[in-house]
């Protein structure tokens, strides 16, 4: 069954510690993405990857870090120096990084730091 | 830069009514425009983009470019439609960026 897999669905940890989250998708999909969902806010880009061993900041970068060793896994790093990690992180991957390609969705993690 | 807003947040009409979640973006670029839809305990999916130019689940959207609007549109309500909606923008660089979302609440 090909899709986008995050894991795990819920993670909490101490603040101060970092704490990394999982996606792999089997799409072959080239270009993947981090978002961040918090209630009323829609979704913010945190970075995305058009191709493997390649990166690139998106508009709320700060406190994250990203690695793409391979095509199919994207892990997003949260830091203990992003100041409000709280929320529900969204991974999604796309065919290209036309702009005609829509995103396919994992069913995201909700992380909560106390 | 690009923006995508969506006005509403909260819309709620009577099954049978027509619908319409407004959708504006702000690029300086050739925009294409999708919008998305999150139905209760499922993932965020397509639900169409503007270069198909299709109908989906009733569903229409048509990109007015005088105006920087992208308004999802469907003429007969079904309860079934209730869930979250978003509009979003994919420009050059390979960037998607989304509106806040609507909670469209179809009620019986």
């Known amino acids: 069954d090909g899709g986008i897999t995050q894991s795990p669905k819920y993670l909490f940890r101490k603040e101060g510690q970092n704490v990394t989250l999982s996606c792999e998708q089997n799409l072959n999909h080239d270009a993947m993405y981090w978002y961040r969902q918090d209630p009323g806010q829609g979704l913010r880009l945190i970075y995305y990857s058009q191709i493997v061993n390649d990166f690139q900041k998106g508009d709320i970068a700060e406190g994250y870090s990203v690695s793409r060793e391979k095509k199919e896994s994207f892990p997003l790093t949260v830091t203990s120096a992003q100041k409000n990690p709280t929320a529900f992180y969204l991974c999604?991957?796309?065919?290209?990084?036309?702009?005609?390609?829509?995103?396919?969705f994992g069913n995201g993690t909700r992380l909560t730091v106390t | 830069a690009q923006r995508v807003t969506q006005p509403e947040k909260l819309l709620s009409v009577f099954k049978g009514a027509p619908v319409e979640l407004k959708c504006n973006y702000s690029y300086s670029g050739s925009p294409e425009l999708f919008w998305y839809v999150q139905y209760s305990r499922q993932r965020l999916q397509l639900l169409l983009r503007h270069i198909s130019r299709e109908s989906i689940k009733g569903f229409t959207a048509d990109l007015n470019k005088g105006e920087t609007s992208f308004h999802l549109k469907k003429p007969f309500a079904q309860e079934e439609d209730s869930a979250m909606y978003y509009c979003?923008?994919?420009?050059?660089?390979?960037?998607?960026?989304f509106g806040d979302g609507t909670t469209l609440t179809v009620k019986p």
């Open positions: 979003a923008l994919n420009t050059n660089a390979g960037k998607s960026t």
């Open positions: 999604a991957s796309s065919m290209a990084t036309g702009t005609n390609s829509p995103l396919h």
